[in-house]
């Protein structure tokens, strides 16, 4: 399983010119005529790996057109990373928590206990059973999702390197299983919905200057997600306003290439 997610196969144009590639050796794709299709884990292209043109007229344009989400990702079931996110977050409250002159040694005693209490039992309940989307509740799908998030946003981001435009699909019905049953979506039941839940709000943080760089980072994922064809949004998210379907990359921001 882990050379699988090292591991790149690029299938050229003859069947017998097929290949495997390494993570390190994927930048060079950029300038190979051969290779029409790249297959990949969604975690074996990490940050800081461009696949683009390094010469003629599109020099530093991604060369990746269309990205294909063929299966919703998923961690392994022994995969921990949520358990640590849900620990910093708790341990991030309690240290930005502030206490008034009122609150003696005792009352802050208190509260440390109960933040220690209420991450026992969410930890408890990850611990005890296996870690499967559908048997989360939604106090503990959100943290799931915006793990999966980093690695999504991403591999989408391979494909807009430059201010480039990417066609990005999501595959699986599991992305948006009551859609395919023409009914709305809610933020439990898709990823998709959830994942744009996360953005709008980072988007309209009541800090003008988290909000600003909330914009900066992460408008260019939300705008698409907002009028994605195929998801039924729920009413309270199909009330704001669409955007048009003409997308404008003029204002491209540079933190997009971190």
Known sequence: MADAQKQLFAPSKTESNRQICTTAQCEALGDDESCDILIFPILAIGRGVNIVFTKGQRKLDAAIGSIYFLTRP?????DMQLLYSLAGR?????????????????????????????????ANRLLREPLMASRLGSDLFRPFTANQMVAILQTIGRGMRNGCPVAVYFVDAA?????????????????????????????????????????????????????????????????????TDEEDFDEFSQLLEM
């Not at 240290?95 to 969410?122: C, G, M, Y």
């Open 74 to 78: 998923h961690p392994s079931t022994d």
């Open 90 to 122: 708790s341990t991030q409250e309690f240290d930005s928590k502030v206490f008034t002159e009122a609150e003696d040694l005792s009352a802050i005693a208190s509260s440390w206990h109960q933040s220690r209490k209420n991450l026992w039992r969410s």
């Open 175 to 243: 992305w948006a299983i009551q859609s395919t049953k023409d009914k709305p979506d809610s933020g439990r039941d898709s990823m998709l919905v959830q994942m744009r839940i996360i953005l709008e709000e980072c988007v309209n943080h009541p800090d003008p200057v988290i909000r600003e760089i909330y914009q900066e980072l992460y408008g260019a994922f939300l705008t698409p997600l907002q009028r994605i064809e195929g998801v039924i949004y729920p009413e309270s998210l199909r009330s704001k306003e669409e955007l």
